[in-house]
Every structure is written in structure tokens, then in C-alpha cells.
């Protein structure tokens, strides 16, 4: 039986990514020196990334981005965002790209303090409460985002649980990706990451945990019996250097995401299953983590009709792509808008300090 064919039709779900990073494979410059460890992959590359972004860039990342995930035949998108020098209306432009061109997504802003402490993190929880109630879009949902743990304090976190039970809606937070996090964690009191975030209230029933990559079992479990999600993002765990989920086997809600690789799940699933692979764990749990993506996103999106075939995509009876190519979007001109974008990015990037 094909995906076309299969009686749910609801594609292939990207549970957590990063639409600012869409410009990324377009040159962008390495650090020199290499960073040595995850904390400063952070701090010289993926947080100078979102320093520089304004609207131009982040509109042209966004776009070609979601055209690129389309052809690749992915239909919905979680994405979580941060553009620490452009918050206000950051989200519309996010919306506005994937309303256009035909993809579903659940869309947050990163609340975070590491740049400009409480008032930058309550911005980032207005944008989203902004959101929240002013987006009418028909493919398009919000929910509430926190960076990482390490990166907020415990009012912040409690906020955020609070807006988001507010709205009936999630936190979707990166969780125990390195070890950096759990002893942060522990350093302010809690036993872990999960503890910290469940203590202060910030993790709403359906909750998104990105990575877990750290986690011990008792916290994949308790997780799961609260009702959270994790996102194994094996792409990225493997490039940052920060280890394999193992632990992620001990349940079944856990989706699949690129944590802002180029969005096809094929590339993803591959993947999962090499490093399954080499850590000798569930091969079957790993491989049913796209499947699971399509659980995760219908409580936000609901259920919609997807036909999906080589070159050949629609999307709730409107034509994506056909023959291989992008109907929604001229192709040739977001690539074109990417490319001048992506240089002008990299210069801003040049010269932040």
C-alpha cells in the first residue's frame, strides 16, 4: 500500500524545526576555530544566526524553506523561533509563508533571557500571546515557546505555562538536549530538567519536549504519563555532537523532527534508523516516530486529506506541487530572494560582536 493510498491521509509531519535556519545551506560561514563544545555551537553560530535576522531575511529563510519541505513532501510543520532584534510581528511573517504556499504549521516565539534578561523573555511571550489571539489563518496555529531551561528563570517558565493553559495550547521547549541543561537544573534546586519545568507549572498536558536527548528513563516516563511529547531530531543530535535519546524508547510519544535541517522526513527516518543502529536500540520504535508526528499535530491542526505521490501533493483539495514542481510559489524566485538574503545575512552576522 503507497502513502497515497493509506486510509489516513495526513502526510508527513515535521515536529520540530527551525524556519530561521533556511537560509543556512546557502554558505553559510563556519566559525574559526571550530567551537568545542555545545554551549558554543550556541553562542558562535545558531545564536548569532537569530541575532542577525530582521524581517527581510527572515521572510526569505521562511519561504524557501517551506517550498523546499512541500517538494520534499512534508505537509505540516512545528516550527519554534527566535529573532531576538525583530519579536514583534516575527510570527506573522512565519505565518504569512506558510498560509501562502500551502503548509500547516504550529508556530511559537522562544522565550528566552540570554540576551536582555526578563524584559527580552516577556516579549517573547507577548508575541506569542499576540499571536494567540489575532491569527485568523486557515492552516496556521500558535503555541507558546521557551527556549531551554538554562536559558530562562522560574517566573518566566511559570508564565509561560500559564499563557499557555490560557489559550489551551502548549509549551514546546528544547529539553536535555546536552548535558548542559540537566546541571543547570540541578544547580537551581531541581532533580532535573522535566522537574523543574513540571514544578513551576510550565508544561500544560501535550506539551513539546525537543531532543530529551539527556533524559533518564523515570523522566521519559513520567513525560509520557503526563501527557508530553518528544521530538527526536537525529540529524541534528549527530552534527551537535550532543549524543543518542536512548531512553526516548521507554514510550511511544515521541515524534520526528530536523530541529531545522531541510525538512525531508525520508532523509530524517534514515537517520533515526542508522543511529537506532549503531546504540543497538528499538529499530521499530525509531522508525514509527514519523508516523507518531501525525498524533502530535491533530490536536493543534485537526485531521485534513492529503494526497501525496512522487512529484504530486495536495493539501486539503488544493494542488501543492505537481510533476515534481511547486504550484503555490515560483521556485526559481524564492531561490533567487534565498541567495541575496543569505549574503546579506551572513554580513550581518559578520558584524555582530
Not at 545551506?25 to 541575532?51: C, K, N, T
Not at 506569542?128 to 489563518?137: I, K, P, Q, T, V
Not at 517566573?155 to 546541571?183: M, N, P
Not at 533524559?215 to 516516563?221: G, T
Request: charged fraction near 25%; charge should be negative; hydrophobic fraction near 40%.
Amino acid at each position: 500500500m503507497t502513502e497515497a493510498q493509506t486510509p489516513r491521509l495526513t502526510g508527513r509531519v515535521n515536529a520540530h524545526t527551525h524556519l530561521y535556519s533556511g537560509l543556512v545551506p546557502l554558505g553559510m560561514p563556519a566559525p574559526a576555530p571550530a567551537p568545542q563544545s555545545f554551549p558554543e555551537i550556541l553562542e558562535r553560530v545558531w545564536w548569532r544566526l537569530d541575532r542577525a535576522l530582521d524581517a527581510e531575511s527572515l521572510d526569505a529563510s521562511a519561504r524557501y524553506y517551506t517550498a523546499q519541505a512541500l517538494l520534499a513532501g512534508t505537509t505540516a510543520l512545528v516550527d519554534h523561533h527566535e529573532s531576538p532584534e525583530f519579536i514583534e510581528g516575527s510570527l506573522d511573517v512565519l505565518a504569512d509563508a506558510c498560509e501562502e504556499l500551502g503548509m500547516r504549521a504550529l508556530l511559537c516565539y522562544g522565550a528566552t533571557e540570554r540576551n536582555g534578561g526578563r524584559d527580552e523573555a516577556q516579549r517573547g511571550l507577548a508575541e506569542c500571546r499576540r499571536f494567540l489571539e489575532s491569527n485568523a489563518r486557515d492552516l496556521v496555529r500558535g503555541a507558546v515557546g521557551l527556549h531551554a531551561s538554562f536559558t530562562v528563570s522560574d517566573e518566566t517558565i511559570t508564565e509561560a505555562g500559564a499563557l499557555a493553559r490560557e489559550f489551551d495550547t502548549v509549551v514546546h521547549v528544547h529539553l536535555a538536549e546536552d548535558r548542559c541543561d540537566e546541571r543547570d537544573a540541578r544547580q537551581r534546586g531541581y532533580s532535573s530538567v522535566l522537574d523543574r519545568l513540571l514544578s513551576l507549572g510550565g508544561l500544560p498536558e501535550g506539551s513539546i519536549l525537543a531532543h530529551g536527548v539527556h533524559a533518564n528513563r523515570s523522566d521519559v516516563c513520567l513525560a509520557a504519563e503526563r501527557g508530553l511529547w518528544f521530538v527526536h531530531n537525529p540529524r541534528s543530535n549527530r552534527a551537535n555532537g550532543v549524543g543518542y535519546p536512548a531512553e526516548l524508547d521507554a514510550t511511544g510519544r515521541v515524534a520526528l523532527g530536523t530541529d531545522g535541517f531541510p525538512a525531508d522526513m525520508t532523509d530524517e527516518v534514515e537517520a533515526a534508523l542508522r543511529g537506532a543502529a549503531e546504540h543497538k536500540a528499538d529499530a521499530t520504535r525509531a522508525a514509527a516516530r514519523l508516523e507518531a508526528g501525525n498524533d502530535l499535530i491533530e490536536r493543534h491542526l485537526g485531521t485534513i486529506d492529503v494526497a501525496l505521490a512522487p512529484g504530486e501533493l495536495s493539501i486539503g483539495g488544493r494542488t501543492i506541487a505537481t510533476a515534481g514542481a511547486l504550484v503555490t510559489a515560483d521556485i526559481d524566485h524564492l531561490a533567487r530572494t534565498a541567495r541575496n538574503q543569505a549574503e546579506r545575512l551572513w554580513r550581518r552576522m559578520e558584524d555582530l560582536e
